[in-house]
């Protein structure tokens, strides 16, 4: 069954501005389970709440530049040439999940994985490009509809975010908003409107990610931002399909937007945004992806302590236990399903993700994570 929300349920649980405006000015302690409220949830190192993390150009953020990210789309198979050096070549495809492959400057053949992201009745892929200017695609009988996209997000001309001067923290976890990353809000939008409204559920579960993307990355934030033009355009999701991304550094970015108000991944009411992280399995459920391919590699020891850290956090507030085992319910079609509160993508669906290594370490993040 699809899991996207009915219109009666998207009005119920889409946001209204007015109403968030005036919660923001609410204080006072917060009880685990309860709703969080952004004075204790996303606040700054000052201790106030910080309402201008969607880059507003209040007065309590900075002009930043960051590249513009330049894309040429193709359709359809064989070669395709970029007037830029690409950073990296998202592809989507219909019909069989596996069989396309990719070309690039090395001149050997790739088979396209999706990797992290997975879409139904097809197969996409994010590729790292390495600068190339052309590529080329080829798919076999069964596989027809193909769409790819040259990004590159690092040497475009320089836009101007309004970054909230301030550090940004999760509850003492600190984290880079969307301005701060370069998020162009404009790829949202689609025909005028916003491609995917949110829609809110209260949290039930956490699921950690790898995105697949190559180690050691010299840019995290440019990544990030090729990320969101794969998930936004190339997969059609109108926004990066993660609520948070962890880089090796353990530095944590802001991930799915969830309104004007300054609360990474939750509304005032506490419930949590739905993203696009997991094929069936996204209401109600927090994604959490580690920049890199953790396959064969484990994660640094600053991105495992800031995925602990950020899980820490978030259960207490929501009345979690990290290591228990419950019955996620989808609050759109009803599917059921018994897992852990904090699994991995492979515990949904047929993926890699989040890489063996990771998912190998997930018993000890859960002990960590629930450790007072």
């Known amino acids: 069954m699809s899991e996207s929300p009915t219109p009666a349920q998207s009005s119920h649980r889409r946001k209204r ?10 204080g006072g302690a917060v009880a685990a389970g ?8 996303a606040s700054t190192d000052s201790g106030e709440t910080d309402n201008s993390a969607a880059g507003s150009g209040d007065s309590g953020t900075t002009p930043e530049k960051f590249p513009a990210t330049r894309t040429e789309a193709a359709t359809g198979t064989g070669e395709a040439t ?6 990296y070549v998202g592809v989507r495809w219909s019909g069989a999940k596996e069989g396309a492959a990719i070309r690039l400057a090395d001149g050997n053949w790739q088979n396209l994985t999706s990797g992290c992201a997975t879409v139904e009745g097809g197969g996409t892929a994010l590729v790292a490009a390495a600068d190339a200017t052309a590529y080329q695609v080829k798919a076999p009988g069964g596989i027809d509809g193909v769409r790819s996209l040259a990004i590159d997000t690092t040497d475009g001309p320089g836009r101007t975010f309004q970054v909230p001067s301030e550090p940004t923290r999760v509850r003492g976890v600190r984290y880079l908003s969307r301005p701060a990353w370069g998020a162009d809000e404009s790829k949202r939008y689609k025909d005028g409107k916003v491609n995917s409204p949110e829609t809110y559920y209260p949290l039930q579960i956490i699921t950690v990610h790898h995105t697949a993307t190559p180690n050691d990355d010299p840019d995290p934030a440019a990544t990030v931002r090729a990320i969101y033009e794969f998930h936004a355009i190339t997969n059609d999701w109108g ?29 005032p009411d506490g419930d949590l945004v739905t993203g696009f992280h997991s094929v069936g399995y996204n209401s109600g459920a927090l994604g959490i992806a580690l920049i890199g391919n953790l396959d064969h590699q484990a994660p640094t020891g600053a991105a495992k302590a800031s995925l602990i850290r950020l899980i820490k956090v978030i259960s207490r507030f929501k ?3 990290p290591e228990a085992r419950v019955t996620y319910t989808n609050p759109v079609n009803g599917t059921k ?3 852990n509160t904090v699994g991995g993508h492979r515990d949904y669906f047929d ?3 989040p890489g063996q290594i990771m998912y190998d370490l997930l018993g ?3 002990a960590a994570a629930a450790r007072r």
């Open 351 to 353: 993926t890699e993700c």
């Open 319 to 321: 009345g979690l236990d």
């Open 17 to 26: 501005s007015l109403s968030r405006r005036g919660m923001i000015a609410a």
């Open 239 to 267: 926004d990066i399909g993660y609520h948070f991304l962890i880089d090796e550094a353990g530095n944590v970015y802001e991930g799915r937007y969830s309104g004007d108000d300054g609360i990474p991944a939750f509304d």
């Open 34 to 41: 309860a709703a969080v409220t952004p004075m204790v949830f």
């Open 337 to 339: 399903k018994d897992t």
């Open 364 to 366: 000890e993040v859960r």
């Open 82 to 87: 970029t007037a830029f050096a690409a950073s």
